[in-house]
């Protein structure tokens, strides 16, 4: 596809990237053939393809309205038409790039820009949104619909190992997740401290930027960013091995530092570290399996395979792979690729849109007749949980369950 990159982006390297990407597509379509909401609509405009025309209008210096933004907030953002496309379009980046021009020339009213900055506010502060929370709870009967689900109480986390191995890691505290479910962050340090490693939190970093960055703020994003990587390189270059994120949305957002400041001379290079640092659990764990010491409690479960953890770092199976050896049996899956719909901020953002791919994903999880669905997501979890008649928690937890003493 021919491109040409006008205004602002012309010769910056986020415009450089839009135009390898756009120059890249063939037209073939074949994307449409992946893309949770083109199964939807049927709408040219909502797949992938047609997308990446409306972007490359406004890249290119054409008017953008109200239709164009339409669409482009429809698009989950789960990458899974990377997958499908035989020229390796790399749609995520083209993305990032275009949302923020498409909003600047088609400005939001005033009622969307409220929502956007409301979820900033209050999710990207881990404490801030504790508090808040825990304030919710109280009040839950009275919570609109959309948020009642989401304010379940909090599993306890249990204790806490003190750091006692030779091997350490840097652990992602998270906001959503420190937040809804402490339990996650807890269980995944017994689990490594099992197998010899110490889990330690970094005091200076919360948030990995995700929610700000996609959620009409990429300035803050970047900020956000910036703050994690001077506290993670400091803790890199004090021995720590890795930077675990048992949030497979942060992980993969975390992934994507060396290209959301590769115009910072002063963090590209250490963007790039940080990206190359930070591992799911399970990429640990398959090099340091851990051995179980009692059988599960329910053994038959249904492993969801988050798209951040399926359509990047291509890890989809290994959840399912561990947790077999361990005694549990996971069940098949059917349309294992499409999106839950949790996707960050769209379930608050897009209801309609979340609640029909997450109706047919818990049909699908729950087909096999499992015990309880495990997930490597927080926003997943949440999002599934709302709505599925067994029990959905983190793969880590029944990890934990088995190998901790």
């Not at 953008?64 to 379009?89: F, I, K």
């Not at 906001?175 to 939190?201: K, T």
């Not at 947790?323 to 499409?338: K, M, N, S, V, W």
Request: aromatic share 4%; charged share 20%.
């Amino acid at each position: 596809m021919r491109a040409k990159i006008a205004g602002p982006l012309a010769n910056t390297a986020a415009g450089a990237i839009a135009e390898q990407v756009l120059r890249a597509c063939v037209h073939c379509g074949m994307c449409n053939a992946t893309c949770p909401t083109y199964q939807l609509t049927g709408d040219e405009l909502d797949g992938p393809r047609g997308r990446i025309y409306l972007m490359k209008q406004v890249l290119e210096g054409e008017p953008a309205g109200r239709l164009s933004q339409t669409h482009l907030d429809r698009c989950l953002g789960c990458r899974a038409c990377e997958t499908t496309c035989p020229s390796g379009v790399d749609y995520h980046s083209l993305y990032d790039v275009a949302r923020p021009a498409v909003d600047q020339a088609a400005p939001r009213p005033w009622k969307e820009r409220l929502v956007r900055w409301a979820i900033r506010a209050a999710f990207v502060h881990p404490r801030r949104l504790s508090i808040l929370m825990s304030l919710a709870r109280r009040v839950r009967f009275a919570a609109p619909s959309s948020l009642r689900g989401k304010l379940a109480a909090p599993r306890s986390p249990g204790p806490t190992p003190a750091p006692r191995h030779g091997r350490r890691m840097s652990l992602l505290h998270g906001c959503v997740q420190a937040a809804a479910a402490p339990a996650i962050n807890a269980a995944n340090r017994r689990v490594f401290d099992s197998v010899g490693i110490d889990l330690v939190e970094t005091p200076a970093v919360g948030c990995c930027g995700a929610l700000s960055f996609h959620n009409g703020s990429q300035a803050e994003g970047r900020a956000i960013a910036r703050r994690n990587i001077d506290a993670w390189c400091a803790e890199l270059d004090a021995g720590s091995e890795a930077i675990v994120a048992n949030a497979s949305g942060c992980a993969a957002f975390i992934r994507d530092y060396g290209d959301i400041l590769a115009d910072d001379p002063h963090y590209a290079a250490r963007a790039r570290r940080v990206a190359g640092a930070v591992k799911d659990p399970v990429e640990i764990l398959k090099a340091n399996p851990p051995k179980a010491v009692r059988a599960p409690l329910s053994a038959r479960v249904a492993v969801h395979p988050p798209c951040t953890l399926r359509n990047g770092p291509e890890l989809a199976d290994a959840p399912a792979e561990l947790l077999a050896t361990l005694g549990f049996e996971p069940q098949p899956i059917r349309d294992a690729h499409l999106c839950c719909g949790s996707a960050g901020a769209y379930s608050l953002l897009q209801p309609k849109f979340a609640n029909e791919l997450r109706k047919a994903k818990v049909e699908a999880l729950t087909g096999g007749e499992p015990q309880e669905i495990l997930t490597a997501n927080i926003g997943c979890m949440m999002h599934l949980a709302e709505a599925s008649p067994v029990p959905v928690r983190h793969w880590i937890e029944a990890v934990d369950e088995v190998v901790s003493r």
